[in-house]
């Protein structure tokens, strides 16, 4: 894919991610202060080492990435995903996900989860990122109050993608 940049296309490759990508992932996700807490960044750092990465990268370097595993042998979860804040909306997140979802296919899984916050959590940020979700077919399929370890102000909205 490509994104337009000061009057001209830059080319974007989806590729998988390994170690010496870490750094860059959560300098973008540190940058979307509206979406990570440090929390969440400590969780991620962790993830990034043992979850499977794959990051979309112009000429220069890492835009967005995201994070899956495999919570079964027909199911996987997106357990984090971020574009870099001036690089959203010019469809680098839907290339990411029409990336993972051909390799997941291609592996037999045949579903594709995703948590974020529910609507009820009346937080703005997040409305875009709901969007995004519906955008790329995901169905809200259910939504936990006091999900473990989310807190009572944070409604985790569950999403569901059929691959
Ligand atoms: C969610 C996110 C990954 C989407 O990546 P992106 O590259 O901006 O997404 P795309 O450009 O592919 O957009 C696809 C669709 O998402 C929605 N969308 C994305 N950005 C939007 C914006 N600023 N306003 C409204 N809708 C938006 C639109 O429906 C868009 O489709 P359209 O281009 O036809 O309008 C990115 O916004 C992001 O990093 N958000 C912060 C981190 C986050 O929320 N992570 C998920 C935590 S659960």
């Not at 979802?101 to 940020?125: H, M, N, R, W």
């Not at 370890?149 to 993608?161: D, F, H, L, M, T």
Request: with cysteine; aromatic share 12%.
């Amino acid at each position: 894919m490509s994104y337009w940049k000061e009057g001209g296309w830059v080319e974007v490759e989806i590729s998988k991610g390994d170690q010496k990508d870490i750094d860059s992932c959560l300098s973008i996700a540190k940058e979307l202060k509206q979406y990570f807490t440090e929390e969440a960044i400590l969780k991620m750092g962790e993830d990034l080492k043992s979850h499977v990465l794959y990051v979309a990268l112009d000429s220069v370097a890492v835009v967005g990435f995201v994070t899956i595993y495999n919570k079964n042998k027909h199911v996987a979860e997106i357990s984090w995903i971020g574009v870099k804040l001036d690089f959203q909306h010019q469809g680098i997140g839907s290339a990411l996900i029409d990336h993972i979802t051909f390799d997941l296919k291609s592996q037999g899984i045949k579903l594709l989860e995703v948590k974020t916050l529910a609507e009820d959590g009346k937080y703005k940020p997040y409305e875009i990122t709901r969007r995004f979700y519906e955008k790329m077919g995901f169905v809200h399929l259910d939504t936990i109050d006091h999900y473990p370890g989310w807190g009572p102000e944070n409604p985790c909205a569950i999403y569901i993608k059929v691959l």
